[in-house]
């Protein structure tokens, strides 16, 4: 048994890297819906705000404009 000592870890750079690699399909808008109802049910006002501007930026067609 060998020991390595550091032990090498993904620097953020590095799974910033691998992210853009494998671009994920970004949820539909009925999802997001879905999700923003269970989060005003639970009272999550975190989850709220977040899935909000979620589901504002999934509706349009450009980020920035």
Do not use: K
């Not at 009925?30 to 269970?38: F, H």
């Amino acid at each position: 048994m060998t020991s390595r000592w550091p032990i090498p870890r993904p620097t953020e750079h590095a799974a910033l890297r691998a992210c853009d690699r494998s671009p994920r399909p970004a949820p539909g808008i009925p999802a997001i819906l879905a999700d923003l109802i269970t989060a005003n049910a639970a009272g999550d006002r975190e989850g709220i705000c977040l899935l909000g501007h979620r589901a504002v930026r999934a509706a349009q067609l450009e980020v920035g404009e």
